[in-house]
C-alpha cells in the first residue's frame, strides 16, 4: 500500500479517545510513517512537541478533546518561536463540520480537515494533501 515516501517522516495523532488514537495510529504506519507518536490532548501533544528530538511531519488533531482541544492546540503550535515547530502541518478531526468551524481551523492555518468517521482512503488523500501543499 506505501512506496516509501513517508518512510523518513513521522506523525503524531492527538485524540482523547484511546480507540481512535489506535485506529489512525495504525493507518498511518500501514501509509509508511517511520514513526508515528500519540498524545491524548493538546496539552499533552504541546509538552511532547516542545521537547522531542524528532519532530513528526505531520499532525492529526481531533477538534473535540479536553482539557485542551485542537483548535486551542493548533493555536499554541502557530505561535511556538521556534518556525520548525511552528509550521508542523496540522489536519483537524472533526465529527462535524460547519462553515464557522471551517472558517477558524482556516484563519489558524490547518492544513485540511477530516469529518469523522475515519476512512484509509479520505486519511491518505488528506495526508498528501497536506504534506505537499509545505
Known amino acids: 500500500m506505501t512506496d516509501g515516501k513517508y518512510s523518513k517522516l513521522g506523525a503524531m495523532v492527538v485524540d482523547d479517545q484511546a480507540v481512535v488514537r489506535t485506529m489512525l495510529l495504525k493507518m498511518l504506519e500501514k501509509l509508511g510513517f517511520g514513526f508515528v507518536d500519540a498524545a491524548a ?40 518561536p521556534e518556525i520548525h515547530r511552528a509550521r508542523i502541518p496540522v489536519v483537524l478531526l472533526t465529527a462535524t463540520a460547519t462553515g464557522d468551524l471551517a472558517q477558524r481551523a482556516r484563519e489558524l492555518r490547518a492544513n485540511g480537515y477530516i469529518v469523522k468517521p475515519v476512512t484509509p482512503e479520505v486519511l491518505a488523500l488528506r495526508v498528501e494533501r497536506a504534506l505537499s501543499a509545505g
Open 41 to 80: 490532548d493538546g496539552s499533552a501533544a504541546l509538552e511532547t512537541i516542545r521537547s522531542a528530538d524528532r519532530l513528526p511531519s505531520l499532525i492529526i488533531c481531533d477538534i473535540a478533546m479536553k482539557p485542551m482541544d485542537g483548535l486551542s492546540f493548533l493555536e499554541a503550535l502557530r505561535a511556538m
